[in-house]
C-alpha cells in the first residue's frame, strides 16, 4: 500500500508528458501562424491557454522551473503585445516551444533540465518596448467601473465551473492611484487572486497591460465566502476598493445549450441501438450531464504495448488456425465419409470467419492518420528555409491516410532528412529562381495514399533537380566505384548512390546538412520497416523520392517455395509472375546469371549461394526445368531461382534476433501449422546487394 502514491504518480507524470507532446504541437502551429496574423486575438488566447495548462499541469507534477518559465511567458502573450511588436510575438512562441521541448525531454530522461536563460531574455526585452504605450492605451479604456466583460471562451469556462457545483465569483479591486510600481501591484494581486481559488479570468491579462490599469477583473471559483473574500483581496496600500458578486446563471447559457445538443444526440443513438424502452426511469432532468459523460468517455488512451500483445495473441491464433486446417485436411484423407468432418468443416470456417474480423480489427486499432506525422513539418520547413535565407512553401496531400503506428513513428526520422534536404539542397535561392523563370517561392509537397497492400508516401519538389553528373563524380572521389564501372549505371542506380553511407554532393558541411548521413539513414529504415525507396529527378524542374513500406508489419500474405532444402516465404505483393526455364535457357554475363524473359533481361538470384545462406539439402535432385519467381520492387526486377514450389499463405511475422540469424536477407520468420519455420525474405536487402557491383560475383 506504501507504493501506491509512486505508483499514481509515475501515472501522472506519463499523462502529462503524452499531453504535454499535444501542447508543444499546438503551440508550434500557433507560432506560425501568428507570424502570418501577428494581431489575430483568437490565436493568441489558444496560445495563452495551451500554455496556462502546460504550467499547471508541470507545477502538479513537481517541473517546477518549467512550471516558473510558462509562467513568465503568460505576461507578454497579449493582443496589446501582437500588435507592437508584430512578428516578435510568433518568434518568441517558437523559441518557447523548443524550450519547453527540451526541458520535457531531460525530465523524461530524468536529467537536469537546460537553462532558460535565451527565453527570459526575450521574454524581458519584450515586455520593455514600445508596447507600454499601446497597453497603456488599452487599460486606458478598460479603467473605471468594473463591467465583467468575458469572452465567449471564459463564459463557456464559467458555466463548466458553475456546472461542476462550484461556485464563482466575480471580483473587482481597485487600485491605489498613489501606488508608484503598478505593474508589482498587479502582479501581487494576481499571486492573492491564486491564493483563493482557481482563477478562470483576469482583466487585465499581463503585466504590460496593467502599468496604467484603475481596476483589476476576475472570475474565481473558490469555496471561501464573499466576506472572506473581500478581506483577503483588500490587500494595504495596494487595493483601496474591493467589490465581489456572484456570477449569475445566466452566464451558464452557453452551457445549457451545448448540454441540451450532447442530449438530443446521445437520444439519437440511445434511439439507434436499443428498442427504445426505458427500463433505468433516468428522467431528461439528469440528461446533459450523461451525454456530456458519455461523449468523453468513448475516447481511451491506450499503450501500444497492450495493443501489440494483443496483435501477438492474434497472430498465435492465426497460427492455430493454421495447424486446425492441417489437422483437418488429414482427418479427411483418412475418415472421408465420417459425418463429424463436416461439423468440423462448418465450425473451423466459422472460427475462421471470426478470426478475420478480429485481426481486421486489431490492425485498425493499430492505425492512425498520418495527419500525426505530417503535423511536425510546417515547423521545420520554416525553420530550414529561414536559415538558409529561402521562402519555401509547404504543401500537404492526403492527411487522412491511416498507418500503422509503428511504421509511421519510424518514418518520422527518414522523412524528417528529406525535407531538409529539399530546402537545402532542392530549392535554388531567388536569384536562381528568377533567372529560370520561376516563382520565387519554392514548393514542397508531401503526400500519401494507399496502393494495393502498401503505403507511399511522395516528398517533391520544384527545384533544381539532381546533376547525374555530380553524383557520377562524387563517388569516383570518394572510392565507391571506379570510373568505368560508375559511366556503365543505369541513371536510376546512379541516383539511389545518394543513399550510400557517407554520401554527400554538398560543397559545404553546414548545420543544415552535408555530412553524408542522413539519406543513408533513409534507407536503413527503410530496409528495416520491408520497405523500398525510389528517387526520380528532372534537371531544373525538381525531384521527387517515393518511399513505400507495407500498411502492417503484424502479417502478409506470401508465396512459399523451398531452395535448397529450406523452406521460404516472399511477399506476395512483390511477386510479379511465375515461370519456368530449363539450364539452357539461363546464360552468364559479367559473372552473373541472366534470364531473356520476353523483353527483358533479368539477373537470377540462387538463395542457396548468397552471404550466409547455406542449403541444408547437400544432394539436391537434378530438375530438367527450374521454376523462377520474378519479384519486383519500384521499376525493379530479379528473378528467384528456386526448386520447388509449395504455395500460398498468410504468415505471422515474428523477428528474429541477429544470434539467430546473421544474414541481413531474411527479415523475419514464421511458423505453419505442422511447427515448420518459413524464412521471410528481405527483397529490399536482395535489391540492395544486387545493386552493389563487388558482390555480384558471389552469387553467380
Same mark, same amino acid.
Given at each position: 500500500m506504501k507504493r501506491q502514491p509512486d505508483d499514481r504518480g509515475s501515472e501522472l507524470r506519463a499523462l502529462f508528458f503524452e499531453s504535454a507532446n499535444e501542447l508543444l504541437q499546438a503551440l508550434n502551429e500557433a507560432g506560425l501562424e501568428l507570424e502570418a496574423r501577428p494581431t489575430d486575438e483568437e490565436v493568441i488566447r489558444s496560445v495563452r491557454r495551451a500554455v496556462h495548462t502546460l504550467k499547471g499541469d508541470s507545477a502538479a507534477c513537481g517541473f517546477n522551473r518549467l512550471s516558473e518559465i510558462a509562467h513568465e511567458l503568460e505576461d507578454v502573450l497579449s493582443p496589446q503585445i501582437g500588435k507592437a511588436k508584430g512578428t516578435g510575438l510568433a518568434e518568441i512562441v517558437l523559441a518557447a516551444a523548443d524550450t519547453f521541448e527540451a526541458m520535457l525531454s531531460a525530465y523524461q530522461r530524468q536529467v537536469e533540465p537546460p537553462p532558460v536563460d535565451g527565453?527570459?531574455?526575450?521574454?524581458?526585452s519584450l515586455l520593455a518596448g514600445p508596447a507600454d504605450k499601446t497597453a497603456a492605451n488599452v487599460a486606458h479604456a478598460e479603467s473605471g467601473n468594473a463591467r465583467f466583460e468575458w469572452s465567449e471562451y471564459e463564459r463557456l469556462m464559467i458555466s463548466e465551473a458553475l456546472h461542476r457545483g462550484e461556485t464563482v465569483y466575480n471580483v473587482a479591486l481597485r487600485i491605489d492611484p498613489n501606488s508608484v510600481m503598478r505593474a508589482a501591484a498587479f502582479q501581487l494581486i494576481r499571486n492573492v487572486?491564486?491564493?483563493?481559488?482557481?482563477?478562470?479570468?483576469?482583466?487585465?491579462?499581463?503585466?504590460?497591460?496593467?502599468? &496604467?490599469?484603475?481596476? #483589476? !477583473?476576475? @472570475?474565481? /471559483?473558490?469555496? *471561501? =465566502?464573499?466576506?472572506? +473574500?473581500?478581506?483577503?483581496?483588500?490587500?494595504?496600500?495596494?487595493? &483601496?476598493?474591493?467589490? #465581489? !458578486?456572484? @456570477?449569475? /446563471?445566466?452566464? *451558464? =447559457?452557453?452551457?445549457? +445549450?451545448?448540454?441540451?445538443?450532447?442530449?438530443?444526440?446521445?437520444?439519437?443513438?440511445?434511439?439507434?441501438?436499443?428498442?427504445?424502452?426505458?427500463?433505468?426511469?433516468?428522467?431528461?432532468?439528469?440528461?446533459?450531464?450523461?451525454?456530456v459523460a458519455t461523449i468523453a468517455e468513448s475516447m481511451l488512451r491506450v499503450d501500444a504495448a497492450r495493443i501489440d500483445a494483443v496483435m501477438n495473441l492474434v497472430g498465435e491464433l492465426i497460427i492455430g488456425k493454421s495447424m486446425l486446417h492441417r489437422a483437418l485436411t488429414e482427418f479427411d484423407q483418412r475418415h472421408s465419409r465420417d459425418p463429424v468432418r463436416a461439423k468440423m468443416a462448418d465450425a473451423l470456417a466459422f472460427q475462421s470467419r471470426v478470426l478475420d474480423e478480429l485481426h481486421k480489427s486489431v490492425l485498425k486499432i493499430r492505425m492512425v492518420p498520418v495527419e500525426q506525422l505530417f503535423r511536425r513539418f510546417p515547423r521545420v520547413v520554416r525553420d530550414v528555409a529561414k536559415h538558409c535565407g529561402k521562402d519555401v512553401a509547404l504543401e500537404l496531400i492526403g492527411q487522412n491516410t491511416d498507418l500503422d503506428k509503428g511504421i509511421l513513428d519510424s518514418l518520422a526520422e527518414p522523412l524528417m532528412h528529406i525535407v531538409r534536404n529539399a530546402v537545402d539542397h532542392g530549392i535554388e535561392a531567388a536569384d536562381e529562381r528568377l533567372a529560370s523563370q520561376k516563382p520565387v517561392r519554392g514548393t514542397i509537397v508531401l503526400r500519401a495514399y494507399h496502393q494495393g497492400t502498401q503505403f507511399v508516401l511522395e516528398v517533391k519538389d520544384?527545384?533544381?533537380?539532381?546533376?547525374?553528373?555530380?553524383?557520377r563524380k562524387h563517388a569516383v572521389e570518394k572510392g565507391l566505384y571506379k570510373q568505368a564501372d560508375?559511366?556503365?549505371?543505369?541513371?536510376?542506380?546512379?541516383?539511389?548512390?545518394?543513399?550510400?553511407?557517407?554520401?554527400?554532393?554538398?560543397?559545404?558541411?553546414?548545420?543544415?546538412?552535408?555530412?553524408?548521413?542522413?539519406?543513408?539513414?533513409?534507407?536503413?529504415?527503410?530496409?528495416?520497416?520491408?520497405?523500398?525507396?525510389?528517387?526520380?529527378?528532372q534537371p531544373g524542374k525538381g525531384t521527387t523520392i517515393q518511399l513505400r513500406a507495407p500498411l502492417t508489419l503484424a502479417s502478409i500474405q506470401t508465396l512459399l517455395f523451398r531452395v535448397g532444402g529450406r523452406l521460404f516465404a516472399v511477399p506476395l505483393s512483390s511477386v510479379v509472375e511465375i515461370t519456368r526455364v530449363t539450364g539452357m535457357e539461363i546464360h552468364r554475363v559479367d559473372q552473373r546469371e541472366v534470364l531473356r524473359l520476353r523483353d527483358q533481361i533479368l539477373t537470377l538470384v540462387r538463395l542457396n549461394r548468397l552471404d550466409r545462406i547455406h542449403a541444408v539439402d547437400e544432394s539436391p535432385e537434378k530438375k530438367k526445368k527450374n521454376f523462377v519467381i520474378v519479384i519486383g520492387a519500384a521499376e525493379r526486377r530479379f528473378g528467384l531461382l528456386v526448386d520447388q514450389m509449395v504455395g500460398e499463405e498468410e504468415l505471422v511475422i515474428k523477428a528474429l534476433p541477429s544470434d539467430i540469424v546473421a544474414s541481413d536477407l531474411v527479415s523475419g520468420a514464421s511458423i505453419l501449422g505442422d511447427g515448420t519455420v518459413v524464412l521471410i525474405l528481405n527483397v529490399p536487402a536482395v535489391l540492395s546487394r544486387l545493386s552493389r557491383a563487388t558482390p555480384l560475383g558471389a552469387i553467380a
Amino acid at each position: 500500500m506504501k507504493r501506491q502514491p509512486d505508483d499514481r504518480g509515475s501515472e501522472l507524470r506519463a499523462l502529462f508528458f503524452e499531453s504535454a507532446n499535444e501542447l508543444l504541437q499546438a503551440l508550434n502551429e500557433a507560432g506560425l501562424e501568428l507570424e502570418a496574423r501577428p494581431t489575430d486575438e483568437e490565436v493568441i488566447r489558444s496560445v495563452r491557454r495551451a500554455v496556462h495548462t502546460l504550467k499547471g499541469d508541470s507545477a502538479a507534477c513537481g517541473f517546477n522551473r518549467l512550471s516558473e518559465i510558462a509562467h513568465e511567458l503568460e505576461d507578454v502573450l497579449s493582443p496589446q503585445i501582437g500588435k507592437a511588436k508584430g512578428t516578435g510575438l510568433a518568434e518568441i512562441v517558437l523559441a518557447a516551444a523548443d524550450t519547453f521541448e527540451a526541458m520535457l525531454s531531460a525530465y523524461q530522461r530524468q536529467v537536469e533540465p537546460p537553462p532558460v536563460d535565451g527565453l527570459r531574455a526575450m521574454i524581458r526585452s519584450l515586455l520593455a518596448g514600445p508596447a507600454d504605450k499601446t497597453a497603456a492605451n488599452v487599460a486606458h479604456a478598460e479603467s473605471g467601473n468594473a463591467r465583467f466583460e468575458w469572452s465567449e471562451y471564459e463564459r463557456l469556462m464559467i458555466s463548466e465551473a458553475l456546472h461542476r457545483g462550484e461556485t464563482v465569483y466575480n471580483v473587482a479591486l481597485r487600485i491605489d492611484p498613489n501606488s508608484v510600481m503598478r505593474a508589482a501591484a498587479f502582479q501581487l494581486i494576481r499571486n492573492v487572486l491564486h491564493g483563493c481559488g482557481t482563477v478562470i479570468a483576469l482583466r487585465p491579462e499581463d503585466n504590460a497591460a496593467a502599468a &496604467t490599469v484603475e481596476i #483589476v !477583473e476576475a @472570475a474565481l /471559483a473558490s469555496g *471561501a =465566502a464573499e466576506d472572506v +473574500l473581500r478581506q483577503r483581496c483588500r490587500i494595504p496600500s495596494i487595493v &483601496t476598493e474591493v467589490w #465581489v !458578486e456572484r @456570477a449569475a /446563471a445566466a452566464n *451558464a =447559457a452557453d452551457h445549457e +445549450l451545448l448540454g441540451e445538443l450532447l442530449e438530443a444526440q446521445a437520444e439519437k443513438i440511445a434511439a439507434a441501438t436499443t428498442d427504445h424502452e426505458d427500463t433505468t426511469g433516468v428522467g431528461k432532468s439528469g440528461g446533459a450531464s450523461s451525454a456530456v459523460a458519455t461523449i468523453a468517455e468513448s475516447m481511451l488512451r491506450v499503450d501500444a504495448a497492450r495493443i501489440d500483445a494483443v496483435m501477438n495473441l492474434v497472430g498465435e491464433l492465426i497460427i492455430g488456425k493454421s495447424m486446425l486446417h492441417r489437422a483437418l485436411t488429414e482427418f479427411d484423407q483418412r475418415h472421408s465419409r465420417d459425418p463429424v468432418r463436416a461439423k468440423m468443416a462448418d465450425a473451423l470456417a466459422f472460427q475462421s470467419r471470426v478470426l478475420d474480423e478480429l485481426h481486421k480489427s486489431v490492425l485498425k486499432i493499430r492505425m492512425v492518420p498520418v495527419e500525426q506525422l505530417f503535423r511536425r513539418f510546417p515547423r521545420v520547413v520554416r525553420d530550414v528555409a529561414k536559415h538558409c535565407g529561402k521562402d519555401v512553401a509547404l504543401e500537404l496531400i492526403g492527411q487522412n491516410t491511416d498507418l500503422d503506428k509503428g511504421i509511421l513513428d519510424s518514418l518520422a526520422e527518414p522523412l524528417m532528412h528529406i525535407v531538409r534536404n529539399a530546402v537545402d539542397h532542392g530549392i535554388e535561392a531567388a536569384d536562381e529562381r528568377l533567372a529560370s523563370q520561376k516563382p520565387v517561392r519554392g514548393t514542397i509537397v508531401l503526400r500519401a495514399y494507399h496502393q494495393g497492400t502498401q503505403f507511399v508516401l511522395e516528398v517533391k519538389d520544384d527545384g533544381r533537380g539532381i546533376e547525374l553528373s555530380h553524383i557520377r563524380k562524387h563517388a569516383v572521389e570518394k572510392g565507391l566505384y571506379k570510373q568505368a564501372d560508375v559511366d556503365r549505371l543505369p541513371d536510376s542506380e546512379v541516383l539511389n548512390l545518394i543513399f550510400e553511407p557517407g554520401f554527400s554532393t554538398a560543397s559545404e558541411v553546414t548545420e543544415v546538412s552535408g555530412r553524408g548521413v542522413g539519406m543513408d539513414v533513409v534507407r536503413t529504415v527503410l530496409d528495416r520497416l520491408k520497405g523500398t525507396v525510389h528517387v526520380s529527378s528532372q534537371p531544373g524542374k525538381g525531384t521527387t523520392i517515393q518511399l513505400r513500406a507495407p500498411l502492417t508489419l503484424a502479417s502478409i500474405q506470401t508465396l512459399l517455395f523451398r531452395v535448397g532444402g529450406r523452406l521460404f516465404a516472399v511477399p506476395l505483393s512483390s511477386v510479379v509472375e511465375i515461370t519456368r526455364v530449363t539450364g539452357m535457357e539461363i546464360h552468364r554475363v559479367d559473372q552473373r546469371e541472366v534470364l531473356r524473359l520476353r523483353d527483358q533481361i533479368l539477373t537470377l538470384v540462387r538463395l542457396n549461394r548468397l552471404d550466409r545462406i547455406h542449403a541444408v539439402d547437400e544432394s539436391p535432385e537434378k530438375k530438367k526445368k527450374n521454376f523462377v519467381i520474378v519479384i519486383g520492387a519500384a521499376e525493379r526486377r530479379f528473378g528467384l531461382l528456386v526448386d520447388q514450389m509449395v504455395g500460398e499463405e498468410e504468415l505471422v511475422i515474428k523477428a528474429l534476433p541477429s544470434d539467430i540469424v546473421a544474414s541481413d536477407l531474411v527479415s523475419g520468420a514464421s511458423i505453419l501449422g505442422d511447427g515448420t519455420v518459413v524464412l521471410i525474405l528481405n527483397v529490399p536487402a536482395v535489391l540492395s546487394r544486387l545493386s552493389r557491383a563487388t558482390p555480384l560475383g558471389a552469387i553467380a
